[in-house]
């Protein structure tokens, strides 16, 4: 069983940062592919960026390629989403979730977990 924790969401202007981090731990920690999906009011999950174990395979969705990056520390346990010049319509709970040997593509197209963080909201309003 593995436990996620998101941190790092909150109330930011239009245009500007703010860095999600995700802890996980648990059993075989080193074999989940770890993604970002987020929930906006009245719409469906969508996979915004997932990280493969060792980091060597990554995937965005288009909406967010050249604006938000993924990285991820194996000896800490933690993956982030550093996200920049962010839009209205990036508001949403974004969730961690991990997947047991899930290729990145397949995990945030659908998407999917395995486990999943409790949430944390990014709200971008001037």
């Known amino acids: 069983q593995l436990q996620l924790v998101e941190s790092g969401g909150g109330l930011v202007q239009p245009g500007g940062s703010l860095r999600l981090s995700c802890v996980f731990s648990?059993?075989?920690?080193?074999?989940?592919?770890i993604g970002w999906i987020r929930r906006a009011p009245g719409k469906e999950r969508e996979g915004v960026s997932c990280i493969n174990k060792d980091g060597s395979s990554i995937n965005y969705r288009d909406a967010v390629k050249g604006r938000f990056t993924i990285s991820r520390d194996n000896s800490k346990n933690v993956v982030y989403l550093q996200m920049n010049s962010l839009k209205p319509e990036d508001t949403a709970v974004y969730y961690c979730?991990?997947?047991?040997?899930?290729?990145?593509?397949?995990?945030?197209?659908?998407?999917?977990?395995?486990?999943w963080g409790q949430g944390t909201q990014v709200t971008v309003s001037s």
């Open positions: 648990g059993p075989s920690t080193e074999y989940y592919t």
């Open positions: 979730a991990a997947a047991f040997m899930r290729d990145v593509q397949d995990m945030c197209g659908e998407p999917v977990g395995d486990y």
